[in-house]
């Protein structure tokens, strides 16, 4: 698979990662089988979060790899922590506690990525950067980034972190494309020139920042997926050609609108479905056209002024 550097950092990973969300609904024998594809496919790059499954998603993830010290070095592990139950807390505290629970069900000594999952707004940037500090020098975390962070909430942490922030999970799809859509309606007045994120796109592409686009396939927040819904027929209808014409599926080409643009990005893919991963990493190798990723763009609704 073709791969690509992870913000300023060296590692050298997959154009797409393996989401762990949902691994809690499959059984063991499937949940082997899953991350077996995975390996196979070359997509070794695991997304998790301790919030997953109450944590029992990365205690799935560690017996379905059998883990151990030569199968932990051939893989690039990345969880998430911050959310608790009603309230988020980036404490040093919190997340110091956090990532030995998440070593622990992972059965590593070692993450290669940690990011705060959702801004805390009792965040004290200077307890993140003890903790950092701390996690850092034990061994415990490589590097560092944040998941859902505007701009200024990212200069924040950056004012007493001293770990280059790596990356950024954010929500984006073609029906979900605000952080396109308000660069290209500058200055009109529409819905979609409507700027909700501080134009982080541009902000994460100025300071080397791997944008992770969560949530690919969905419209709305969580409200269903866009491929084949009666809701989007003009979006599915572009699409369907654009796959006829490279000979792969809906699937593949979703994602390869995501990684045509230069910013680089890494989606997070949460399917379960091994045939649906296998489409998924096929986008890899697709390079849409200028015209084909306008086209999409425009069919799901997206406006040019």
């Not at 944040?146 to 999970?169: D, G, H, R, W």
């Not at 029906?175 to 909700?196: C, F, L, P, Q």
Request: proline share 4%; hydrophobic share 40%; with cysteine.
């Amino acid at each position: 698979m073709r791969t690509m550097k992870l913000g300023s950092s060296t590692l050298e990973l997959p154009v797409i990662s393996v989401g762990c969300m949902r691994l809690n609904s499959l059984d063991s024998n499937e949940a082997e089988r899953f991350v077996q594809t995975a390996l196979e496919e070359g997509a070794n790059f695991f997304d998790h979060a301790d919030i997953y499954g109450g944590g029992a998603c990365e205690e799935i993830f560690a017996d379905a790899i059998h883990m151990n010290d030569d199968v932990r070095e051939k893989i690039v592990l990345q969880s998430k922590c911050g959310i608790r139950q009603g309230m988020f807390d980036f404490s040093k505290e919190h997340i110091l506690n956090s990532v030995d629970g998440i070593l622990q069900r992972l059965k590593t000594d070692y993450l290669d990525v940690l990011l705060l999952h959702r801004p805390d707004a009792l965040v004290e940037p200077e307890e993140v950067a003890e903790a950092f500090d701390k996690l850092e020098s034990s061994g415990k975390v490589r590097h560092f980034g944040v998941s859902n962070q505007k701009p200024m909430q990212i200069e924040l942490l950056k004012k007493y972190v001293q770990q280059p922030l790596v990356a950024n999970q954010l929500q984006l799809s073609i029906t979900n494309a605000n952080m396109i859509s308000n660069g290209i309606n500058v200055n009109m007045e529409n819905e979609s020139a409507v700027d909700r994120d501080g134009s982080i796109l541009d902000y994460c592409r100025l300071n080397d920042i791997t944008v992770q686009p969560w949530s690919p396939f969905q419209y709305g927040f969580f409200e269903g997926v866009f491929l084949g819904s009666d809701k989007f027929p003009e979006l599915n209808k572009q699409i369907d050609e654009v796959a006829a014409k490279y000979g792969v599926s809906n699937t593949t080409i979703a994602v390869a609108w995501l990684l045509r643009h230069p910013a680089q990005m890494q989606p997070i893919i949460g399917t379960m479905n091994t045939e649906r991963l296998k489409d998924c990493i096929k986008a890899g190798d697709i390079h849409l056209t200028r015209e084909e990723w306008y086209a999409i763009y425009r069919a799901a609704g997206n406006i040019l002024p």
